[in-house]
């Protein structure tokens, strides 16, 4: 068995492993005798936390505080949070959770495919794309899939991507790979753009709306400030800030309107890592899961 790499943590900059990786933000990691598994990109990842301390093996220290934004200063963002009486609540509660940095190319197919209820990681489409059309890797005597890269795709073909059971998803996946093939730059474009530009560029790929751009620009991009509303957020938000708030006849597009306001307003810049505390504090605590 290979020899585990350590990272000494810093007691001013909160982590919580377990937090940050059970909360659904990034597809296909799952817990096993006291370690986390995940395929990140090429590598399989194993790592664990002993207090303040991430033991892990397939990859080097770089990437691991890379993917786990460890140098990302949590303080303004809880500074901010914590503002928000609610929000205030939700910080205590998962302290030290932090969003990922996310390969864009995976978080993009994994958001086009989800379906909002933050599936488990061994059922969901990036996986059975995966296991069909990915690459093998074994590690620790065990295979693994990686996902494909969008040559790999484009390669395989339409009907290859239909026999991974994945329905009308095929056709967005195939035209997404093709327009990153046809623009390899595409990240750094990003990178580079206002927000908005930048959602407008995302939802220019078949399959990608509105929110669909913000949640790959939140999880990929570190652009803190978006705020993608799904029915877990819009239930968080009608149920905490909105008590006694007349919208006439309920309508889903002018109550997301409104809990945009509050977001913005609120939370500001760190709206998305508001998103993330709110959700784990709610749905996570009530539904016993932590």
């Known amino acids: 068995m290979a020899k585990h790499?350590?990272?000494?943590?810093?007691?001013d900059q909160?982590?919580?492993?377990?937090?940050?990786l059970s909360c659904g933000q990034a597809p296909r990691w799952y817990k096993g005798n006291g370690w986390w598994y995940g395929i990140v990109r090429d590598s399989?990842?194993?790592?664990?936390?002993?207090?303040?301390?991430?033991?892990?093996?397939?990859?080097?220290e770089e990437f691991i505080r890379d993917y786990f934004c460890l140098d990302f200063d949590l303080d303004p963002v809880y500074s901010k949070l914590k503002q928000d009486p609610y929000a205030k609540d939700a910080c205590d509660f998962g302290k030290g959770l932090r969003l990922v940095n996310q390969d864009p190319w995976e978080c993009m197919i994994f958001q086009m495919t989800v379906n909002r209820i933050r599936t488990k990681s061994r059922c969901d489409r990036i996986t059975r794309i995966s296991d069909k059309i990915g690459k093998k890797i074994i590690f620790?005597?065990?295979?693994?899939?990686?996902?494909?890269r969008p040559k790999e795709i484009t390669d395989a073909g339409l009907s290859a991507l239909k026999s991974c059971n994945i329905?009308?998803?095929?056709?967005?996946?195939?035209?997404?790979?093709?327009?990153?093939?046809?623009?390899?730059?595409?990240?750094?474009?990003?990178?580079?753009?206002?927000?908005?530009?930048?959602?407008?560029y995302l939802t220019s790929f078949?399959?990608?709306?509105?929110?669909v751009a913000e949640w790959i620009l939140l999880f990929s991009f570190q652009k803190y400030e978006a705020?993608?509303?799904?029915?877990?957020?819009?239930?968080?938000?009608?149920?905490?800030y909105l008590k006694g708030h007349y919208?006439?006849?309920?309508?889903?597009?002018?109550?997301?309107?409104?809990?945009?306001?509050?977001?913005r307003v609120n939370f500001g810049q760190y709206a998305g890592y508001a998103l993330e505390y709110l959700f784990n504090y709610e749905i996570i605590q009530n539904s016993g899961n932590r």
């Open 44 to 60: 399989v990842l194993k790592i664990k936390q002993d207090e303040n301390k991430i033991l892990f093996i397939g990859s080097d």
């Open 140 to 148: 620790e005597g065990k295979e693994y899939s990686i996902f494909p």
């Open 167 to 200: 329905g009308y998803f095929a056709d967005n996946i195939l035209f997404a790979a093709e327009k990153v093939g046809d623009n390899p730059d595409w990240e750094e474009k990003i990178k580079k753009m206002s927000y908005q530009n930048a959602v407008f």
């Open 14 to 20: 909160p982590f919580n492993l377990d937090l940050t």
């Open 247 to 263: 919208f006439g006849k309920l309508n889903d597009e002018k109550v997301d309107d409104a809990i945009r306001d509050i977001a």
């Open 206 to 211: 078949k399959g990608i709306k509105y929110r």
């Open 5 to 11: 790499t350590t990272i000494e943590l810093n007691d």
């Open 227 to 240: 705020f993608p509303v799904d029915a877990h957020i819009r239930e968080i938000f009608i149920k905490n």
